[in-house]
Structure formats: C-alpha cells, structure tokens
C-alpha cells in the first residue's frame, strides 16, 4: 500500500537557519515524489519533484530509495517560508497520496 | 491560461440533506481529482476522472459520487450528508508535459454540516 509519513506536525526555525522537513514513504514499485506548499490564503501548489532534481526558492529534496525518504531542504530559511507542506507520492499513474503536512514556522 | 475554478466556495447543509460541488479545470486539462482536507485526517483522495470516466477511486463510501462532463468540468455529490462530512472538498486537474504529471489545485469549497 502507498503511504507517506510526515513526523513533524509543527517545526519552528529562527529565520537563517537551516530546515529540514522529514518525508518517508512506502511504496512497492518507483514512486515519483512531490512536495507541495500552501501559504496563508493561496491555494496548494507544486513546490518540487524528486524527477525535476531542481532548487526551487532555495529548498531542494533528494530522493533515497535505501531509507524510503524524500526529506526538503533548505540551508538558510527566510521568513516568507513560513507555510504548510505536504510530501506526496504518486505511483504508475495512480492517484497521488500526501503525507498529513508540516506546518513551517519560521521565527523573526 | 485560468487557473482551477471551484464553485461555490462556502457551503452549509444540515445533516441528511445533499450537496452538489463544481469544478472547472484549466482548459486543456482532461484529468480531474477531488480530495477531502480535514485537519485530522489531512489530504485524503477521493476520485479521478478522465475523460468521463471515473480512472481512479479512494476509499470513501458510496454517498461520495462524482462525474465529469465533455468539456472536463467535474462534479461531485455527496448524499446524506453526516457531521463528518464538513472539509475542505479540493479540486485539482492534472497535466502531463514531457512525462511529467503536474497537479494544480483549486482554492477549494468548504463545506459546513450542521
């Protein structure tokens, strides 16, 4: 079965710290995995995909198929970081699973 | 292009009644997904259709139902509507662009049962 796991409900860093958001998955075959981001009043959107192996405002997130974790990154966190962020997966075309989120806060 | 449309976007039944929500998918776009967002259960998949045809299914009871039209915009129902059933109800379409699935959500409609 797909799941995706997400330990922290709430993670508080001062602003140019580095962050860590902690995503782990199971999954039986290659998922391709996601991470999404809602700010305060806008809708959920596409942060970055493992596939894509970009940086995207600064956070990056490597894939490790040994430990089943896709955690995000970022080496010095901004205030305007402060959001909820989901991990997903989605296996072969199949509907996408999130993980329960982590509330980002990020600290003056 | 126009973003995911949903409408309406605030809703309150009382408990036993039923409830019709819209979706308008950015054009071009042929996939439609609906999700439950709860604060205890989070994001939880409900269905995808594709062109008319539910492709996909989650594990929600038969009072959950939905479709989807020839232009791609999606409905979904839900029957006998119980206090539990108050969420955020999202909407997103899905494209693929060199392989690549992007999902992009709708604002939502939040649902309140009474």
């Known amino acids: 079965a797909q799941r995706v796991t997400q330990p922290e409900k709430l993670l508080s860093v001062f602003k140019g710290a580095p962050v860590e958001l902690k995503c782990n998955y199971s999954?039986?075959?290659?998922?391709?995995l996601f991470w999404y981001v809602q700010y305060s009043r806008q809708r959920l959107q596409l942060l970055l995909r493992?596939?894509s192996r970009e940086s995207i405002k600064g956070f990056t997130a490597d894939l490790n198929k040994g430990e089943t974790s896709f955690h995000l990154k970022k080496p010095f966190a901004q205030e305007e970081d402060s959001a909820m962020y989901y991990c997903a997966l989605s296996g072969g075309g199949q509907n996408f699973v999130f993980g329960p989120g982590t509330r980002l806060s990020v600290l003056p | 292009k126009a973003g995911v449309t949903q409408t309406p976007r605030y809703l309150i039944k009382t408990r036993g009644q039923q409830v019709t929500l819209s979706c308008s998918p950015i054009?071009?776009?042929?996939?439609v997904s609906w999700y439950q967002q709860t604060p205890g259960q989070g994001l939880q998949f409900l269905f995808e259709y594709f062109s008319e045809t539910q492709r996909n299914k989650g594990n929600f009871p038969g009072r959950f139902s939905g479709r989807q039209f020839s232009n791609s915009r999606s409905e979904m129902n839900v029957s006998t509507l119980e206090l539990g059933d108050s969420a955020l109800y999202l909407c997103?379409?899905?494209?693929?662009?060199?392989?690549?699935?992007?999902?992009?959500f709708g604002p939502g409609t939040r649902l309140l049962v009474l």
């Open positions: 493992h596939i």
């Open positions: 999954y039986s075959g290659s998922p391709e």
């Open positions: 997103a379409s899905r494209a693929t662009t060199s392989g690549r699935e992007t999902q992009y």
């Open positions: 054009s071009g776009h042929r996939s």
